[in-house]
Structures are given as C-alpha cells and as structure tokens.
C-alpha cells in the first residue's frame, strides 16, 4: 500500500504562489509506470483532476485551467511529488489531494488533503 501526506497548503493572495509537496512512502521501488497526481475539491464541488506525471517519464497532464500556472515535477531520490502553482486566483481554493495509481487517472490511492485558500 502506497501512503500520501501532502503538505504546503495554506491562505495566499490572488495572484501569489504556492509549492505542494507529496511524500510518497513505499518501501520499495515506484515503478516507472505508475501516475502520481494531484485532484482538488472546492466546497460544493465534486473532486477535479489537476495534474499529474508518469514517474518515469513522460509529458505531464493539467487541467485547462492550470495550464501555464501550474507545473507539477517530482525528486525520485525521496518519493516527492510537487504541484508548483502560480499566479493563484480565488477559483483555485479547496482541498488538494494527492493521488496516484497504475493508470491515469490515478485515483486508487490518496492523501488526506492539504487546505488551499486564495483570498481576493
């Protein structure tokens, strides 16, 4: 079982920056071909896909809103997935989750979420 703790959650301005991280524990080798990503739900709102990344490689998915603000990366070395956002408008509040699975979306394991509030 894959275990997820985001942090880096937190109340922002509009158009301020924030960087989520996602600490992946397994004690073995995260296969090249697994998707880890991140989903978000406003209150209200059913949960949204953001964004997410092949480990191995590959070109990274976003939601059409996220796309040239926000930038999702990862650091092999310590099972770290980040989702850097940028650029942040009131729209984006909710709770942000990371995500992972074999096939996209990546949906069978998840975090516990991390708060994101954008004041305006």
């Known amino acids: 079982q894959v275990q997820l703790v985001e942090s880096g959650g937190g109340l922002v301005q509009t158009g301020g920056s924030l960087r989520l991280s996602c600490a992946a524990s397994?004690?073995?080798?995260?296969?090249?071909?697994?998707?880890i990503g991140w989903y978000r739900q406003a209150p209200g709102k059913e949960r949204e896909f953001v964004a997410s990344?092949?480990?191995?490689?590959?070109?990274?998915n976003y939601v059409d809103s996220g796309k040239g603000r926000f930038t999702i990366s990862k650091d092999s070395a310590t099972k770290t997935v980040y989702l850097q956002m940028n650029r942040l408008k009131p729209e984006d509040t909710a709770v942000y989750y990371c995500t992972s699975g074999s096939d996209w979306p990546p949906r069978r394991h998840w975090g516990q979420g991390t708060q994101v509030t954008v004041s305006s």
């Open positions: 990344i092949r480990w191995g490689a590959g070109t990274p």
């Open positions: 397994t004690s073995g080798r995260i296969f090249s071909s697994y998707i």
